[in-house]
């Protein structure tokens, strides 16, 4: 069974643009949660997503925003890049129902310059 | 809302010592705790997992935790360390409720020395 797919893996951004990336779950999982990681601040939940849904929010600015195709792919946007936004983006998925374990993808380095 | 405290950020033991990375949460509710394992440029991998059907819980790779209600912990252990468990050892906590809200900890590094 192929795992959690992130694309792309690396990418280097200006400040002031914007990024999309990428996420496959795992077939049959329909809950998809995106989490930010860098040194300082370690894993911040960024949302969730359930059935084309945002069904959780983390306390991000309004630039970060996802979306849930009906395949349960998903993508999240961040606009406006500062150079705070460095980080590793990572996806992750999981079965519907709660205490689910949650799956993670290898992540999506991000280096704004 | 839940937290999660992860007592020393960085841990050394010696190859064929007992590894012990120490967890704390907090939560209203019964939680849903988990042990994550992240190595260099890599996702974070599944170590175990407790839902209450146990309290001590086993993991992969020799790893296994202990939930304690009463100290509100869920240390986790291995009686003799591997030079491939050098890695970023995460606990998370579930928010239980609606959906796959996860809260970590800021994680401890585990370095074996040989």
Same mark, same amino acid.
């Given at each position: ?45 960024? @949302? ?11 306390? @991000?600015?309004?630039? @970060? ?18 150079? *705070? ?18 799956? @993670?993808?290898? *992540? ?6 | ?12 033991? =010696? ?12 939560? =209203? ?22 839902? =209450? ?16 209600? =009463? ?44």
């Amino acid at each position: 069974k192929a795992g959690v797919t992130q694309t792309p893996r690396y990418l280097i951004k200006t400040r002031g643009q914007q990024v999309t990336l990428s996420c496959s779950p795992i077939s049959g999982h329909r809950s998809v949660s995106w989490y930010q990681q860098t040194p300082g601040q370690g894993l911040q939940f960024l @949302f969730e997503y359930f059935s084309e849904t945002q069904r959780n929010k983390g306390n @991000f600015p309004g630039r @970060f925003s996802g979306r849930q195709f009906s395949n349960s792919r998903s993508e999240m946007n961040v606009s406006t890049l500062e150079l *705070g936004d460095s980080a590793l983006y990572l996806c992750a998925s999981s079965l519907e129902g709660t205490g689910n374990t949650i799956y @993670f993808g290898e *992540g999506s380095w991000l280096t704004v310059v | 809302a839940q937290s999660v405290t992860q007592l020393g950020s960085h841990v050394s033991v =010696s190859e064929g010592a007992l590894v012990l990375l120490r967890c704390n949460y907090s939560s =209203s509710v019964p939680p849903y705790l988990f042990w994550y394992v992240q190595y260099p440029n890599q996702g974070l991998q599944l170590l175990l997992k407790y839902t =209450s059907a146990a309290t001590l819980v086993k993991g992969i790779n020799g790893f296994e935790a202990e939930f304690k209600k =009463s100290e509100t912990s869920f240390h986790l252990t291995k009686p003799s360390a591997h030079m491939s468990d050098a890695a970023e050892y995460f606990c998370a906590v579930s928010e239980g409720r609606t959906g796959n809200q996860f809260y970590f900890g800021t994680g401890t590094s585990l370095t074996v020395i040989p």
